[in-house]
């Protein structure tokens, strides 16, 4: 069965300092992977995603993510951490030309 | 332009009643999904509406979940004889349907639904 876990429910960085939250899937075929951000009080928005090719993909607000199948992982990344990129963050896989299946999330604190 | 809007933001009601959950979606687009989203979860899938398709109800967890799209725009989830396992947030999303896979969809804000 196709799953995404998402290790760590928070994850706290100082300002400035590397971001790094962590996926991993199961998938019997090769995935479609996502990451969505939710701001407080505001709907899910797409950060970036992971169809086929390059396997190191850029997303919005300087956030990238590099799909590695030998480690069925989809890491998202961001060199230096601001105060707005404190929010909730989900990974997701897509299971048929329209489901996703999410993980269940990680909430990122930035420390001033 | 005006994004993917839901109404209530929040409802409050006892178990045993019906509730009805709105769900207005970005002009145009031709998909429209509901998610549920319980404390602590990722968003769980529970139907999808694609233009005059038959909808995909296969994530809904019981018949006492139904729900309604007319046409392409506004859709209406229904949960009879609510119960406290059905608190959550249920959100709506919309999105182009094209011949690329997975296309972007765009997340309302959700209906926060507590059952006492």
């Known amino acids: 069965a196709q799953s995404v876990t998402q290790l760590g429910s928070h994850v706290s960085v100082s300002e400035g300092a590397l971001v790094l939250l962590r996926c991993n899937y199961s998938s019997s075929v090769p995935p479609y992977l996502f990451w969505y951000v939710q701001y407080p009080n505001q709907g899910l928005q797409l950060l970036l995603k992971y169809t086929t090719g ?45 489901k996703l299946i999410f993980g269940s999330g990680t909430r990122l604190l930035v420390r001033p | 332009g005006a994004g993917v809007s839901q109404s209530p933001s929040n409802k409050v009601t006892e178990k045993g009643k019906d509730v009805e959950l709105r769900c207005d979606p970005i002009s145009g687009h031709t998909a429209l999904y509901w998610y549920r989203q319980r404390l602590g979860q990722g968003l769980e899938f529970l139907i999808y509406f694609q233009g005059n398709s038959a909808p995909d109800k296969s994530g809904l967890p019981s018949d006492r979940f139904s729900a309604e799209r007319t046409g392409e725009s506004v859709s209406t989830l229904t949960i009879q004889r609510t119960q406290q396992e ?9 999105s182009t349907h094209g011949a690329g896979l997975y296309n972007e969809q765009f997340f309302g804000p959700g209906t926060r639904l507590t059952v006492l």
């Open chain 1, 54 to 98: 390059a396997t190191l993909v850029k997303g919005i607000n300087g956030f990238e993510a590099e799909f590695k199948k030998s480690e069925t992982s989809f890491h998202l990344t961001k060199p230096s951490a601001h105060m707005s990129d404190a929010a909730e963050y989900f990974c997701a896989l897509g299971e048929s030309s329209y």
């Open chain 2, 86 to 94: 059905d608190s959550a947030v249920y959100l709506c999303a919309s």
